[in-house]
Structures are given as structure tokens and as C-alpha cells.
């Protein structure tokens, strides 16, 4: 069984910072891509930034403004998140392709969402 377990939303004024963290546990054997989506009401859940054996990827949404990062040896990502503004508002999932020690096939795991609000 595999776990993802985000912390860190809240609410934050315009112009402020947050950082989310996303810590895998369970019987994961390698991790090979973490990242974050978010999703407002009514629309689909977009990719916000990932992380894949060092290559980071970023929506152009947030480029210059996120940075993503990741602790391999404690199974985790961050998401530091500066300048938000209140397009910045949603949920916010952490994703995982992990293989796990009775399935080498990677497969997708989400954590519980975090909302981050941002005021104006």
C-alpha cells in the first residue's frame, strides 16, 4: 500500500508565498516522476509542475513563480509557491508514478488535495 500525504495549503494574500509538501510512504520501490496538479470547480485537474530524475517541468501558468523540488532520500516533494495571485485558487493533488516492491510496473498515485486560497 502506497501513501501520499500532502501538507501545507492555506490561506494566503495576493502577492504571498506557500509552500506544499508530499511525502510517499508504504511499500514504494522507486519513485520515478512526482508532481502537483490543481483543479478549480468545472474544470479539469491541470499539471502544475513535475519533477523526473532531475528534468522539472513547469506549467507555463506558474513558471518563474513555482519551484519544485524533491528529496529522494525521504521520498518527498515540495512545492515552494511565490508571487500567488487568485487565479493561483484550487485544490491542490500531489501525483506519483511509483513501482511498488510486489508491482514493478509504475502506476499513479494521488494524495488527498489541499486547498490553497489566495486573497485579494
Known amino acids: 500500500q502506497v501513501q501520499l500525504v500532502e501538507s501545507g495549503g492555506g490561506l494566503v494574500q495576493a502577492g504571498g508565498s506557500l509552500r506544499l509538501s508530499c511525502a510517499a510512504s508504504?511499500?514504494?520501490?522507486?519513485?520515478?516522476?512526482m508532481g502537483w496538479y490543481r483543479q478549480v470547480p468545472g474544470k479539469e485537474r491541470e499539471l502544475v509542475a513535475s519533477?523526473?530524475?532531475?528534468?522539472?517541468n513547469y506549467a507555463d501558468s506558474v513558471n518563474g513563480r513555482f519551484i519544485i523540488s524533491a528529496d529522494n532520500a525521504k521520498n518527498t516533494a515540495y512545492l515552494q509557491m511565490n508571487t500567488l495571485n487568485p487565479a493561483d485558487k484550487a485544490v491542490y493533488y500531489c501525483?506519483?508514478?511509483?513501482?511498488?516492491?510486489?508491482?514493478?510496473?509504475?502506476?499513479?498515485?494521488w494524495g488527498q488535495g489541499t486547498q490553497v486560497t489566495v486573497s485579494s
Open positions: 501525483h506519483a508514478k511509483i513501482s511498488t516492491i510486489t508491482n514493478f510496473v509504475p502506476r499513479d498515485f
Open positions: 508504504g511499500s514504494t520501490r522507486s519513485i520515478n516522476t
Open positions: 519533477v523526473n530524475s532531475g528534468e522539472l
